[in-house]
Nanobody, 124 residues
Framework: QVQLVESGGGLVQSGESLRLSCAAS????????IGWFRQAPGKVRETVSC????????YLEDSVKGRFTIFRDSAKNTVFLQLNNVSPEDTGVYYC?????????????????WGQGTRVTVSS
């Protein structure tokens, strides 16, 4: 069964850090691009970051550049999103998704598999 499971969310204060995990089962994340998306309360889902497989190209949305890092651990079949110096604007449900072909795309419609999401709440 193909599955993506996010974890690592929680309640943190502004300026703190946390690491989100996206673990795959039933398939290998190799040959897949992985994206992270978030949906803040009352807002549409947006693309936060993605990483290509192969050349390792990454994308970070402007508001998270310098604070978030995306990286993969192939041995663990997991992609991580490191969130540093978070702010209340980072609050939301974070989803990961996998796109076959390995190339990172911002468009959410191009992703094949989605996780159920993990909630991040940042207090001021």
């Amino acid at each position: 069964q193909v599955q993506l499971v996010e974890s690592g969310g929680g309640l943190v204060q502004s300026g703190e850090s946390l690491r989100l995990s996206c673990a795959a089962s039933g398939f290998s994340l190799d040959d897949y691009a992985i994206g992270w998306f978030r949906q803040a309360p009352g807002k549409v889902r947006e693309t936060v970051s993605c990483t290509s497989y192969g050349d390792g190209t990454t994308y970070l949305e402007d508001s998270v550049k310098g604070r978030f890092t995306i990286f993969r651990d192939s041995a663990k079949n997991t992609v991580f999103l490191q969130l540093n110096n978070v702010s209340p604007e980072d609050t939301g449900v974070y989803y990961c998704a996998a796109r076959s072909g390995g190339v990172c795309w911002v468009s959410m419609s191009l992703y094949d598999y989605w996780g159920q999401g993990t909630r991040v709440t940042v207090s001021s």
